[in-house]
Every structure is written in C-alpha cells, then in structure tokens.
C-alpha cells in the first residue's frame, strides 16, 4: 500500500492547524462506526475526498471547530500501519474501529466529543530536538 502521499496530507494538515492546548472536558459517546460520509455527517462537515481506494478512504474536512482529515480503512491493520506511519509527523490522532481523524488538539477534542474514540498523540519534534 503507497502511503507517502497520504501521510504528506495529513502533515499538511497538522501544519496548517498549528498547536493548541485546548481542553474540552464534555463526556465521550461510544465509539462511532460507518461509512466515511457517516462519520462525516456526524460531526457536520462535507468532505473533501482526496483518496477513494479499496484500503483506505481519505478526506479533508472542516467544520466549526476547524480543519481535519477523516480517513477510514478496509482493515484494522491497514489502519494501524497508518497510523504508525503517520505519527512520524505529530500531531494529534482521534481512532476508532477502522477510522482516523487528523487534526490539532481542539479540533480533536470537540471531535471525540461527538465520534468517541481514542486520542494518540505523534511525535513532538520539538520534545527531541538536539542541542549542540
């Protein structure tokens, strides 16, 4: 599976997101489950597909709490291949059952408030920089 383009997207986005540190205290739902327009729906936003393929579904999203990636996969692992591979680029990661959303850590939380699920954080480049 070619995953660079995907990954170079979801970097793109935690970039354009920058950092945050809101904290969004509400209760977390169950886990969401469906379709990538299903979950779409649920947190009001009308995605932007940038990959349609048999393993994964990617798109970009924006709502009122700000901009995403929405992505869904065919299995759980491809799934954690994934996201394995994508937290090489930080960033923060709301994950549930064959699903992914990609955003800053307010647009995470609000969206766990909805979806449920997980957060995984990636790695903070800035926590391992080398001094000389």
């Known amino acids: 599976m070619r995953l660079t383009g995907l990954l170079l997207g979801a970097a793109a986005v935690v970039a354009l997101a920058g950092c945050s540190s809101g904290a969004d205290t509400r209760a977390v739902p169950a886990t969401a489950t469906g379709s990538l327009e299903r979950l779409a729906a649920e947190v009001k936003c009308k995605p932007n597909m940038q990959t349609d393929a048999d393993e994964i579904r990617q798109a970009l999203c924006k709502n009122g709490d700000g901009r995403f990636i929405l992505a869904t996969f065919a299995t759980d692992r491809g799934q954690r291949e994934w996201i394995n591979d994508a937290k090489d680029y930080g960033g923060h990661y709301l994950v549930g059952r064959k699903w992914v959303a990609v955003g800053d850590d307010g647009v995470v939380s609000a969206l766990r408030g909805t979806l ?15 001094s000389g």
Do not use: M, T
């Open 116 to 130: 449920g699920g997980e957060v995984e954080n990636g790695v903070d480049h800035h926590a391992h920089a080398h």
